[in-house]
């Protein structure tokens, strides 16, 4: 008897965590709808943008996992109602999620001509070593970091209990590859997390975390930046455009949570 009571009561509790699933990811689907309908109510000159700009923020905040489509969107709107850094910052945060969708290159692209900002580049070991997440994209970044990672070690240890050149030479070469895939998955998901917009004119990157330190370079209003380091308010950042490194203020730059959390 107590085991049947058990059993129920787990079957309630499990009941209840997937009705408030059920719930949260209605409610999440009602919001992208209304931002959506609020989109285009504002195209038609029947709304405002900064109110679909705040349902789409409020729907990035509920989300589990980011959206590319949504991010593009917000990066549109934004653009639209001249919000430019909080545009470039979407655009950004939305490539990162999918890296090669040609209509956000080309919209972060333009916005970037109109700015005349310079266009964010990497270096080839960069491009190479990021080069696999293109094609195979970032939703299960960590679940295939960790299958190839036991992957990898499993070949190692085969090759090494197996007495055979040619195979050992086979294994050696299969298991680099997959390590270079770890290291790619890695690297990516760390680069995600780290981007960030100048958003205020008139900064500057500095050879250290105060404004003792001299100015190595001006940087405009929307220029791409990689966080390596925080420290207090200031972080040291490279400017994916032009590769300086240096340190800035951190209330003068934005990442994907600020704009997140100021428009919503």
Not at 10 to 16: E, K, Q, W, Y
Not at 56 to 81: E, F, H, K, V, W
Not at 161 to 183: G, P
Request: charged share 15%; glycine share 6%; net charge negative.
């Amino acid at each position: 008897m107590k085991g049947f009571t058990t059993l129920f009561l787990l079957f309630l509790i499990i009941a209840g965590v997937l009705q408030g699933e059920s719930q949260s990811d209605q409610s999440l689907d009602e919001l992208l709808i209304s931002a959506e309908t609020s989109f285009k109510s504002a195209l038609a000159g029947e709304g405002s943008y900064q109110e679909a700009v705040q349902l789409y923020c409020q729907a990035a905040d509920r989300m589990t996992r980011p959206s590319a489509s949504l991010y593009y969107n917000l990066g549109n709107i934004l653009q639209l109602d001249g919000e430019s850094s909080a545009a470039l910052m979407a655009y950004s945060k939305a490539l990162s999620l999918s890296p090669t969708a040609p209509d956000i290159l080309s919209n972060r692209n333009h916005l970037l001509e109109e700015l005349k900002l310079p266009q964010a580049h990497f270096n080839l070991p960069e491009t190479f070593i990021w080069g696999v997440l293109f094609l195979t994209g970032t939703p299960w970044g960590w679940v295939i970091f960790i299958i190839l990672t036991l992957f990898s070690c499993s070949l190692s240890l085969l090759s090494l209990l197996n007495k055979k050149y040619s195979f050992k030479i086979l294994i050696l070469i299969v298991s680099l590859m997959a390590v270079f895939m770890v290291l790619s998955l890695g690297s990516w998901e760390n680069r995600t997390d780290s981007l960030a917009v100048v958003s205020l004119e008139n900064s500057v990157l500095r050879g250290g975390d105060s404004q003792m330190y001299e100015v190595l370079v001006k940087l405009p209003a929307g220029t791409e930046l990689i966080i390596l380091e925080t420290r207090l308010n200031w972080s040291r950042v490279r400017v994916t455009s032009s590769e300086h490194t240096g340190w800035i203020e951190g209330n003068h730059i934005m990442n994907a949570e600020d704009l997140i959390e100021r428009y919503k």
